[in-house]
């Protein structure tokens, strides 16, 4: 026999249940965007946000450099190759 009590009982467990997953999971979909639209903002840096270049793009602009052997002017460094390159090509290699 089923008791109508414990079935009301298992019922809210199991609702509470897949709404407190369904919140977790919005909650890592919303940290993923705002990661997302922070690595954009990166990505789409102009020229006059060079300064703001994290180590790791330097260190691969760099190894891109080098490897190309692309000429960079003297007193020139990180905001020419921004200004020449605005596709950022450094990032596909």
Not at 6 to 24: D, H, K, N, P, Y
Not at 45 to 53: E, I, L, N, P, T
Request: net charge negative; no cysteine; proline share 5%.
């Amino acid at each position: 026999m089923v008791n109508p009590l414990t079935m009301q009982v298992e019922s809210r467990i199991g609702a509470a249940f897949v709404s407190l997953l369904a919140v977790f999971m919005a909650g890592i979909l919303f940290v993923s965007i705002k990661n997302y639209e922070s690595d954009q903002i990166v990505l789409d840096a102009s020229v006059s946000q060079v300064k703001s270049m994290s180590s790791t793009e330097r260190q691969i602009i760099a190894q891109w450099v080098k490897d190309n052997n692309i000429p960079i002017p003297d007193g020139k460094g990180f905001h020419y190759l921004v200004q020449e390159y605005p596709d950022r090509p450094w990032f596909n290699y």
